[in-house]
């Protein structure tokens, strides 16, 4: 195997097995912090003086022992006499759900949460982990076989 195949494959590896030990989220909610809506819309300068970034692992205290991951929760809040509200909630989660996202329906509001794994992943809609892979990989092979 050449020197770049044997990089290529330790490359691939240590993508697939990384795991971090704490993780940072970004912590809001649109109803006091009309940024949240949509964090990504803000230069990184700008986005770290307004919404704030928290370390899970330190900022929640710890009932029992799970690994944090980071959530973004977009509610539409039904109010009987007047316009419905939409909501954005992004910070800390604990219990994992089977999908990435999934919706609650109840008589009051509607609810989109979505859970993430790595750091400020909850900024915005993101390409999924394996998607990434699978993207570095196609992309990797192409310039091993096309330089």
């Known amino acids: ?6 990089l290529l494959s330790v490359t691939i590896l240590l993508s697939i097995v990384y795991e971090s030990t704490c993780i ?18 803000l230069d ?17 205290p710890r009932v029992a022992e799970y690994d944090f991951f980071c959530r973004k929760i977009v509610q539409t809040i039904y109010h009987p ?4 509200e939409i ?3 992004r910070g800390c989660g604990w219990v994992r759900h089977e999908k ?27 390409v999924s982990a394996s ?3 699978a993207l570095f990989v196609a992309f990797a092979i192409c310039l091993y076989y096309y330089r």
């Open 24 to 41: 940072h989220c970004f912590y809001c909610n649109s109803a006091n912090n009309s940024a949240c809506i949509d964090p990504s819309q």
């Open 100 to 126: 990435p996202c999934y919706r609650a329906d109840n008589s009051d509001h509607l609810e989109t949460v979505c859970q993430c794994f790595t750091d400020h992943c909850n900024s915005a809609d993101n």
């Open 44 to 60: 990184d300068e700008l986005r770290g003086r307004i919404i704030p970034i928290i370390n899970c692992d330190i900022a929640v």
């Open 81 to 84: 006499r007047k316009d419905s």
């Open 1 to 6: 195997m050449t020197p770049s195949g044997i």
């Open 131 to 133: 998607t990434a892979t």
């Open 87 to 89: 909501r954005v909630t």
